[in-house]
């Protein structure tokens, strides 16, 4: 079954290269951007479009289906790929963290200096 645009966790985003992400939110889509699952637990119809931002230029189409979604190793590709990054996350957030902490040490510092006397 195609991509259900319709569905209310279905995303499409272009960016000013020319690129286009089409995706399930929930991550249920193995073959997105191509398919979706036949009976898809996450499947639930759009119904409102509330406060979405409309451009005014067409999405691009799809782009053709490889002939790997048949025999299952686009998903094991996707899925590795995932793994990987899902490997680094720690690493990244760690990384993310010291950064932060870093900074916040830097303005403590600086606030002691130039602070108001009372």
Partial sequence: MPMRTECKNFESRSYPNGDTVRKCNLDLAPDAPWRCPENCSGYE?????????????????????????????????????????????????????????????????FKRLFRKKP
């Fill in 45 to 109: 119809r759009r119904l409102a479009d509330a406060a979405w931002t409309h451009g005014t230029l067409i999405v691009p189409p799809t782009p053709p289906e490889p002939k790997s979604l048949d025999d299952g190793s686009a998903a094991a590709v996707l899925d590795a790929a995932e793994n990987i990054l899902n490997s680094i996350g720690a690493d990244v957030r760690a990384e993310v963290e010291a950064e932060r902490a870093a900074a916040q040490h830097r303005r403590g510092i």
